[in-house]
Each structure stands twice: as C-alpha cells, then as structure tokens.
C-alpha cells in the first residue's frame, strides 16, 4: 500500500517534470542568470546552423542552386557569425552550457577560432556572389570545417 501511494507520487512529480520542461523548451529549466548568457549563445548558434544546412544541401545537390538564395544564407550566416562570442562571459559556465572549460583556460585560442570562423564566413559571402555553384563549393567547405574544428576544441556535453 504504502509503495502504491509512492509510485503515484512520483508519477505526478514526473508528469510535472515533463509538463516544466515543455513550457521552458529546455531540459535542465529556465535560464535565472543575469542576461541569460548561454540562452542567448545557444539561440545564435541554432540560427547559425539553420542557415548553414540549406547551403549545404545546395553545395551536396541535395537541391536546387538558387544564387540569390545562397547569398542571402551566407549573408545572413556573416551577420551571426560575430555574435555568439561577446555572450561567452567570464561568470557563464554554467548548466546547461555545452562549453568546455578551455573556453576560459585558452582564451587566445579560442579568440583565434572565432577569427578563423569569421574570415571563412566573409570569404563565402564574397564568393557567393559570383552566383556560381562551383565558386561557393571550396569556401563552404572551409566554413564548415571551422566550425567544427572549434567544436572539438571548445564544444563538450552539457553540464
Ligand atoms: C569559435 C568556436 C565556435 C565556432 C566557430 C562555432 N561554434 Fe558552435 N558552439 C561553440 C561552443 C563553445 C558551443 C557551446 C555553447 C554553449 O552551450 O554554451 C557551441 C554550440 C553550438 C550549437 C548548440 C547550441 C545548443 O543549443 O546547444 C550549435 C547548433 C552550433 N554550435 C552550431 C555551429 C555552427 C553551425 C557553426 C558554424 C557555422 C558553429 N557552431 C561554429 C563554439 C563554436
């Protein structure tokens, strides 16, 4: 009996769980910290991949090449591509951040990685305007693999 009435218990407590987490969108609750530093970091990067992937459909003829569509994409990626990195303040390591702690411990590295970042994006913007498949394919490439390269270095679980 007594072990029925726990199992109840902590079916609500689950359901309210659940119930929490799709009201905040998030698994580990609402951001409380001043400014909500990761919050915003991790809404920039989503945007920054949203407008990556059609590129890269576009580059592996998965679809279409629409010139003025591209450029508009690499446009858009040059606009966000600077600004994640004034969210990552000194005080915001915290939960549900995926960065790692060599964020703050290599901070010239990690300054080198955006910078590596930036220029491939503005490289692909310039050339996305040739409005040629073939010109956008080589700088592409170059933007992804900055991103990547960042992540290996910078970009762990969520903790
Ligand atoms: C200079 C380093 C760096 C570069 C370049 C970079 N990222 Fe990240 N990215 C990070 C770090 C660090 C995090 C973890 C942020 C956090 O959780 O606080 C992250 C997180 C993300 C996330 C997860 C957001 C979330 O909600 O957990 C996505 C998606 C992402 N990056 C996509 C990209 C894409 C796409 C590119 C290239 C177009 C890119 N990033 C370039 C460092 C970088």
């Known amino acids: 009996m007594k072990q029925r009435r726990l199992g109840v218990r902590v079916g609500l407590t689950g359901a ?3 119930g929490l987490v799709t009201l905040t969108g998030c698994s580990n609750g609402a951001d409380t910290h001043p ?18 992937e059609p590129m890269g ?3 592996r003829g998965r679809n279409d090449y629409d010139p003025a569509q591209f450029t508009q994409l690499a446009d858009q990626l040059k606009t966000l591509s600077t600004q994640p990195w004034p969210y990552f303040t000194p005080d915001s390591n915290y939960p549900p951040t995926r960065a790692k702690s060599e964020v703050w411990s290599k901070p010239a590295d990690f300054r080198a990685a955006q910078q590596k970042f930036i220029d491939a994006v503005a ?13 956008v394919k080589a700088p592409f490439a170059a933007v992804e693999a900055s991103c990547k390269s960042c992540h290996q270095q910078f970009r762990g679980v969520p903790h």
């Open 16 to 18: 309210l769980w659940v």
């Open 35 to 52: 400014g909500q530093p990761v919050t915003h970091r991790q809404v920039i990067f989503k945007k920054m991949l949203r407008t990556l």
């Open 57 to 59: 459909l576009v580059v």
């Open 123 to 135: 490289a692909l913007d310039v050339a996305a305007k040739q409005n040629q498949l073939d010109a």
